[in-house]
């Protein structure tokens, strides 16, 4: 028995070397073969164990009456699940799968902002004005997490009061001395930072209402410091283990040229988030539609590298058009009815239109202080945190459970949106009208506030 048990031993530790490169585990449920003797049975627990990473991360089901497992649960990566597949004392070995889905559950915020009363929004001939409340599914199934790339927020608001709140400093932030859970100033646009988390994850403003947030500080708008915002995050959701279950929003970008010797890094970058380690980056598209030369107009990201200065758009959300095929989403700006705002730019493809014209979103400085604003800053957090509360509801879930790519997103835009005539996507929590019904003596009282003259991204 000894023997045995020092060759599974010998065979698991080899396997686990080899399963070392593979983060992305998942549960599983493995079956011995039937009639095996107790060494062979506990040299195959061995073996799990040791690929698992200890005794206290598996499960053995054991009878009444009875020493010997009859089958055993625990998470591993997909290469040591295949390992054990081909071992010939195993049955079976299969993902640990729900195979009956509990009842979806459903939350509401009364009278809530408008632009969240429009992502709940039926699709029918209603009128916004007869939808009072943002409704919302409540039964999480998972941890999501939002990683906010931003100079920081004002964490006293009280739009973040309660929720679950991380902070992670980019090298060059701590270089500089500003790795404190404070925004630092931006003379162009005080409080970007906070107000576009708080249409993320905000308990008042915000489309997701059960996401942690990550908060990403760097320490300045500049080539250097937003290239190294994406292999911070990266390198953060490789050493968590946070694969499928966080979401990138970004709302901020270039509208002048850049060194283009800068691009390929960044790009590199992004795509480790979105291709290896399965994190949708969703960007403002930007707000340049009516900057155009002559009769022609901006409203399409243009390709990187830029033709001239005039016409160099906004980056990183040509990202989408040009490096993200499968994980990356361009967020445009439309009103409350659903179209697009003249100076809202677009990608030409996984692209979704969001509110983002007379927003309401806290304000730093202030811990109830709002602001009403304009631009894609602010349809591209909310579209976010709608992505992440539907992957922790697993109404958006990866494609395939073994082995996938990446993430599907025209799986993630038929979820995340209506589709209107023409292909083009709106975002929608697909919330229908039976669990949202019209109220129709009830007359829209949200404040416009002062239009925002500045566009900021």
Not at 83 to 98: D, F, G, S, W, Y
Not at 105 to 123: D, G, H
Not at 306 to 314: M, Q
Not at 385 to 391: D, L
Request: net charge positive; proline share 6%.
């Amino acid at each position: 028995m000894r023997t045995t048990r020092l060759k599974y031993t010998i065979v698991a530790f080899l396997l686990l070397v080899a399963s070392t490169l593979a983060p992305d585990n998942i549960e599983y449920v493995i079956f011995p073969k039937p009639d095996l003797e107790t060494k062979d049975l506990l040299g195959l627990q061995n073996t799990i164990e040791t690929l698992a990473g200890g005794p206290s991360r598996v499960y053995a089901s054991v009878r009444r009456g009875s020493s010997d497992p009859v089958f055993w649960v625990t998470r591993l990566p997909e290469s040591g699940m295949r390992a054990l597949e081909a071992m010939e004392n195993v049955e079976k070995i299969a993902p640990n799968k729900v195979i009956m889905e509990p009842f979806a559950q459903y939350a509401r915020q009364s009278s809530a902002p408008k632009e969240l009363r429009m992502v709940s929004q039926p699709p029918s001939s209603e009128s916004l004005d007869h939808f009072r409340d943002y409704v919302f599914r409540s039964d999480v199934r998972r941890e999501i997490f939002v990683y906010h790339a931003e100079l920081g927020i004002d964490q006293k608001h009280e739009d973040f009061q309660g929720r679950r709140i991380e902070w992670l400093y980019t090298p060059l932030t701590r270089r500089t001395g500003n790795a404190v859970p404070k925004e630092s100033p931006y003379a162009d646009d005080p409080g970007h930072g906070t107000c576009t988390a708080s249409k993320a994850t905000g308990n008042i403003h915000g489309a997701a209402k059960f996401a942690t947030l990550v908060v990403v500080k760097m320490p300045a708008y500049t080539i250097g410091a937003v290239t190294e915002v994406f292999a911070t995050i990266a390198d953060d959701v490789r050493e968590k283990r946070r694969q499928y279950s966080s979401v990138v929003s970004v709302s901020w970008g270039s509208k002048i040229q850049l060194d283009e010797s800068a691009f390929p890094r960044m790009s590199d970058y992004m795509s480790e988030l979105t291709s290896e380690l399965h994190v949708p980056i969703v960007f403002a598209a930007g707000n340049s539609a009516l900057e155009g030369i002559g009769r022609r107009s901006r409203s399409r990201i243009d390709g990187w590298p830029a033709k001239s200065r005039l016409t160099t758009d906004t980056w990183p959300a040509s990202f989408v058009d040009r490096y993200g095929r499968g994980g990356a989403l361009a967020a445009a700006n439309c009103d409350f009815l659903g179209q697009r705002f003249p100076e809202s730019q677009r990608a030409s493809r996984n692209n979704i239109f969001a509110p983002g014209v007379d927003i309401k979103c806290a304000h730093s400085g202030s811990a109830r202080g709002y602001r009403v604003e304009t631009g894609t800053s602010f349809s591209a957090p909310l579209t976010a945190g709608v992505i992440a509360h539907m992957m922790a509801t697993e109404e958006i879930r990866p494609s395939n459970q073994f082995s996938p790519e990446r993430w599907d997103m025209s799986q993630i835009l038929a979820y995340a949106g209506w589709q209107r005539p023409g292909g083009e996507y709106v975002l929608w929590n697909r919330v229908d009208l039976a669990h949202n019904r019209p109220s129709f003596g009830y007359l829209n009282q949200t404040s416009r506030g002062n239009f925002s003259a500045r566009q900021p991204l």
